[in-house]
């Protein structure tokens, strides 16, 4: 056979194929990215500390603060009425409360009369 009389065009390398993942790939998440690749840094979650960069409060961070703090008091009660001298406490309230209005019905009641 006879050599080809036109002269031959040098061949581009191929572009490189994209990786698809294999089982093996994918169970690595830890592994590191290949060299050449650059992934976009994973944002990092900025904590809600209840203040704004220039340390105002925010609306949400005093609503949290007053709701735990109404919480804690309402707890606080609950755990105090259980108790035996609690329940004397509100006993003895009780009494001052019925006692204060009997007072104030005497009062009244004096006011009212005719001389």
Excluded: C, N
């Amino acid at each position: 056979m006879a050599p080809d009389p036109t002269p031959q065009q040098p061949q581009a390398p191929a572009p490189p194929k994209p990786e698809t993942p294999t089982a093996s790939a994918t169970s690595e998440a830890s592994a590191p990215p290949a060299t050449g690749t650059s992934l976009p840094a994973a944002p990092v979650p900025v904590p809600d500390t209840g203040y704004t960069p220039s340390g105002v409060p925010t609306f949400d961070g005093v609503r949290e603060r007053i709701e735990t703090r109404y919480g804690t008091a309402l707890g606080a009660t609950e755990l105090a009425e259980d108790t035996p001298e609690g329940k004397t406490a509100a006993q003895q309230f009780e009494a001052r409360q019925k006692a204060a209005e009997e007072k104030l019905e005497e009062i009244r009641a004096s006011m009212h009369k005719p001389d």
